[in-house]
């Protein structure tokens, strides 16, 4: 009994062995591969309880989902001779775990050759296109035909490229400070051309605006001098008609005039002789003056009254005197004549008043 128990123990233990060696489990993110001593029997890439031979069979279990790769940033020259440093990256699936299996065995390995891969199709593509390609609506097509190329010599490795995409494309450091260089020779080079425009439209609008001016005071001194020119032929005129109705008070008048010009300093002094033709006037008068003050008595002669004075108040005499009283008033005296001087038996007067 004991013998048949302890048979039966043996034999439920070599046969959960078997069982467990002869079972395994396939889940939704894995794909398998049956191998007997190395050799490939068959591809399980459906989930489940699955069977095999044990201790003679073995599975090797590969990854379905969607992997990354993250190729190094790779600098590429474009068709016109522009640098560009690109980071990109791509997503691949094993579509053919035995193909996968036999060339690279490894996810490691296999990211490694996609690198080299992906960086070859980067550069043969981006050198027939540009710049302005790159960052324009033309990159969706440079992908696509990135990842085609990329596919074409990722299949002998039983993977699919999913997608490929550039991350970012920046020009190199030295490349960006030449372009900021040359974009600020440009600016410098505009901004120079405008303000030599602008001084040239300033020059321009100075020089017709001088000429116009110019212009017009020509023609305001035209108009000056042909007023002036009218003004002096219009006082002429009206010297010579004053000048030949009376050409004694003119040349009196003139005196007068030479008078004041030559005394109109206040420490003017001239040194004249009395009976010279400068002090005729004067000389006149003074005669005058003297013949009258004779007349009456040494009494100096009354001024003349204006026509139009009120008559004075009548008062009281404080004193008689037996002198006799000069006239109320006197007659104006009439014009000097030019040259030669009044009569010494001439009424007294006083000198004309200036013409205004």
Same mark, same amino acid.
């Given at each position: 009994?004991?013998?048949?128990?302890?048979?039966?123990?043996?034999?439920?233990?070599?046969?959960? &062995?078997?069982?467990?060696?002869?079972?395994?489990?396939?889940?939704?993110?894995?794909?398998?591969?049956?191998?007997?001593?190395?050799?490939?029997?068959?591809?399980?890439?459906?989930?489940?309880?699955?069977?095999?031979?044990?201790?003679?069979?073995?599975?090797?279990?590969?990854?379905?989902?969607?992997?990354?790769?993250?190729?190094?940033?790779?600098?590429?020259?474009?068709?016109?001779?522009?640098?560009?440093?690109?980071?990109?990256?791509?997503?691949?699936?094993?579509?053919?775990p035995l193909a996968f299996y036999q060339s690279v065995g490894t996810?490691?390995?296999?990211?490694?050759?996609?690198?080299?891969?992906?960086?070859?199709?980067?550069?043969?593509?981006?050198?027939?296109?540009?710049?302005?390609?790159?960052?324009?609506?033309?990159?969706?097509?440079?992908?696509?035909?990135?990842?085609?190329?990329?596919?074409?010599?990722?299949?002998?490795?039983?993977?699919?490229?999913?997608?490929?995409?550039?991350?970012?494309?920046?020009?190199?450091?030295?490349?960006?400070?030449?372009?900021?260089?040359?974009?600020?020779?440009?600016?410098?080079?505009?901004?120079?051309?405008?303000?030599?425009?602008?001084?040239?439209?300033?020059?321009?609008?100075?020089?017709?605006?001088?000429?116009?001016?110019?212009?017009?005071?020509?023609?305001?001194?035209?108009?000056?001098?042909?007023?002036?020119?009218?003004?002096?032929?219009?006082?002429?005129? &009206?010297?010579?008609?004053?000048?030949?109705?009376?050409?004694?008070?003119?040349?009196?008048?003139?005196?007068?005039?030479?008078?004041?010009?030559?005394?109109?300093?206040?420490?003017?002094?001239?040194?004249?002789?009395?009976?010279?033709?400068?002090?005729?006037?004067?000389?006149?008068?003074?005669?005058?003056?003297?013949?009258?003050?004779?007349?009456?008595?040494?009494?100096?002669?009354?001024?003349?009254?204006?026509?139009?004075?009120?008559?004075?108040?009548?008062?009281?005499?404080?004193?008689?005197?037996?002198?006799?009283?000069?006239?109320?008033?006197?007659?104006?005296?009439?014009?000097?004549?030019?040259?030669?001087?009044?009569?010494a038996d001439a009424a007294p007067a006083s000198p004309p008043p200036?013409?205004?």
């Amino acid at each position: 009994m004991n013998a048949k128990l302890i048979t039966a123990g043996v034999a439920v233990i070599v046969l959960g &062995i078997v069982l467990s060696g002869s079972l395994f489990v396939v889940y939704e993110t894995q794909q398998a591969l049956v191998l007997q001593f190395g050799e490939w029997k068959r591809t399980i890439q459906t989930p489940g309880l699955n069977m095999k031979i044990p201790f003679i069979q073995d599975v090797v279990f590969v990854d379905r989902r969607v992997l990354d790769i993250d190729p190094p940033v790779e600098q590429v020259i474009l068709a016109d001779q522009k640098r560009l440093d690109v980071d990109a990256f791509a997503r691949y699936r094993i579509d053919n775990p035995l193909a996968f299996y036999q060339s690279v065995g490894t996810e490691a390995v296999v990211e490694q050759r996609l690198n080299s891969v992906v960086n070859s199709a980067l550069r043969r593509v981006l050198g027939n296109v540009t710049l302005l390609a790159v960052l324009s609506d033309e990159r969706a097509q440079i992908m696509s035909d990135i990842q085609e190329q990329v596919n074409l010599e990722a299949d002998r490795f039983g993977v699919v490229i999913v997608d490929v995409r550039i991350r970012r494309a920046d020009l190199p450091e030295e490349t960006s400070q030449a372009i900021f260089a040359r974009m600020r020779s440009e600016r410098e080079r505009e901004a120079a051309e405008a303000r030599a425009q602008g001084q040239e439209q300033s020059q321009q609008i100075r020089s017709r605006a001088d000429r116009e001016r110019t212009v017009i005071l020509a023609e305001a001194q035209r108009d000056a001098q042909t007023l002036r020119g009218e003004g002096d032929n219009q006082a002429l005129r &009206i010297i010579a008609d004053a000048t030949g109705r009376d050409p004694a008070f003119f040349a009196f008048y003139r005196s007068l005039e030479a008078y004041r010009t030559a005394m109109a300093g206040e420490d003017t002094t001239l040194i004249l002789s009395p009976s010279g033709d400068f002090f005729r006037y004067f000389n006149a008068i003074g005669d005058r003056v003297g013949d009258r003050v004779g007349a009456t008595g040494g009494q100096p002669p009354a001024p003349p009254v204006p026509d139009d004075a009120p008559a004075p108040a009548a008062t009281m005499p404080a004193a008689v005197s037996s002198a006799p009283e000069p006239p109320a008033t006197e007659p104006p005296a009439p014009v000097l004549p030019e040259t030669d001087p009044p009569a010494a038996d001439a009424a007294p007067a006083s000198p004309p008043p200036a013409a205004e």
